[in-house]
């Protein structure tokens, strides 16, 4: 694997479509070996992807994020592998597991025939060293604990291929965790480093169908098929090496550069197509994609310790003058559902409020009047010396961020609110929305196909996007992740769903899907139950 420095990067800053059709050529995915003529996968040929940024951190346990998904989801593999239609969790590194009653121990049974791409075999002791990192973190070596991993006590080597792990409390939830693509099994070549170098992509070494072979910094990169690849999970009819030889991922932030080089030919593959370039897509007679995220909806938080938010009349009012049917209408396609709940419609554990999430301009006006918010010659309104207006920050993985959080400042400007939109750096931006009393509104958002979601995303230990003081919600958040029964775990996921309309702490906008385009010559494209990338099944028709 090479790691080549070029100082190029200004330049591609400044003539993008440039560096993408350079980056591009010659990779039309010229097939190696041909395939039968009834459209079997054909074997061979490199698949040019475009990613539209290139990480600053590739630590596999962080690997939430998008862009990092791209890349890990196809050079690592997890103990499970969970069925993005079905929700089944099958075998994959693990062929077989125990779980006890109460949910606070899982024995996982490895498969014997695994190897690191470096060659070293899997082994229990890789696996436990794996989540010991993701579920106690590692000071010495800057490692923190993970969101989707909780109440975590310890793991036990009962043999070279089985491994146990315990928990202070029931985790009913930590078998669907095994399948996510955080909790990707690296080899000791990577998880022994620190975080600082683990998070450099030419360090990751995993059990995956491909290999890191060359990284541009901040620009390319390229993943090569393992010829001796063989443990894909074993419900799938697809075994052994991928179809594909390479995937050349270019980075390219801007839109226009990349839906061009998708429908001139120059590449076979983009992520993250904004709405309006759907048409195009289309009309070119390209594939358009649209998986779904299946998690928390993108939804604005509504923190009730800024000073203009303790009152409930005021959240409520918010809430009401919130037309997300005409957001959508205005910004979106069909692959973007007005939201119903603060979980998406495909979430586990959803729960249909729709009612009480419907748009009434003359409700909020009421609300606010009878809280005593008069308006002022401005039309903003005020109450014992304090505006209602509060500041929002608009987090870049949002598609048509600043757009959605300008028509919401609309809508709430016609009932007398004033909703300030800032687009600070990510370090900034990190640093300011930690402070409810800075930032009262957020934009907010987390993809994962379990109702500890929720816990993840609004628990005060957790991701806490309300910024929350609210020890009842934690408390419901808690049960969550706690309780054992499957059909208690989801009355539990309603009962927050509802705590959440019920004291206007979110108002859901819609249900997220991740945008993907193709050439009609690219088959097998494949995703995680939240719409992450997955190309072990992927092949290139003959052009």
Sequence with gaps: ?????????????AAAATLVLAACSGSPGATSEAAADDGAPRQGGTLTFLEYQFPTCFYAGGSGYYPVATVLNQIADKLTYQDPETRE??????????????ATEYVFHLREDVTFSDGTPLTAEHVAANFDHLGLGDEELGLASQEFVSNYAGSEVRDEHTVAFAFDAPVPGFLQATSVVGAAIVGPATYELPYEE???????????PFTVTEVVPEQEYTLTAREDYDWAPPHQEHQGRAYLDEIHIVVTPEDSVRIGALTSG????????????????????YQLYAPQTNGVSPQIALRADNPVLTELPVRQALLKATDTRAIVDTL??????????????????????????????????????????ERGPDGIR?????RLELTTIVPAVFPLGQE???LVAQQWEAVGAQLHIELPDPATAVQRQQDPADVG??????????????????????????????????????????LPGTEERYAKAAEVQEYLVDNALTIPLYDMPQTYAAGPHVHGLGWEPVGRLRLYDTWLEER
């Design 266 to 285: 120059q590449a076979d593959a983009v992520r993250s197509v904004q709405a309006y370039d759907e048409p195009t897509i289309e009309a070119a007679g």
């Design 332 to 373: 979106f396609t069909e692959n973007y559902p007005v939201a119903t709940s603060p979980l998406s419609s495909g979430a586990t554990g959803y729960v249909d409020l729709s009612g009480e999430l419907a748009a009434d301009p003359e409700e909020a006006n009421r609300l606010l009047d009878e809280a005593g918010w």
């Design 382 to 386: 005020t109450k014992d010396g304090l």
């Design 198 to 208: 683990q998070c450099q992509l030419e360090n990751l070494v995993a059990t995956g």
């Design 89 to 102: 969790i099958h075998p994959w590194l693990a062929e077989s597991w125990d779980v006890s009653e109460d």
């Design 1 to 13: 694997m090479s790691t080549t420095h070029r100082r190029t990067l200004a330049a591609a800053t």
């Design 404 to 406: 959605t959080a300008e």
């Design 441 to 482: 509104v957020l934009l907010s958002h987390v993809g994962r196909v379990d109702p500890d979601v929720l816990y993840s995303a609004f628990h005060s230990s957790q991701r806490d996007y309300l910024v929350s003081t609210d020890e009842t919600l934690d408390g419901l958040l808690e049960e969550i992740t706690s």
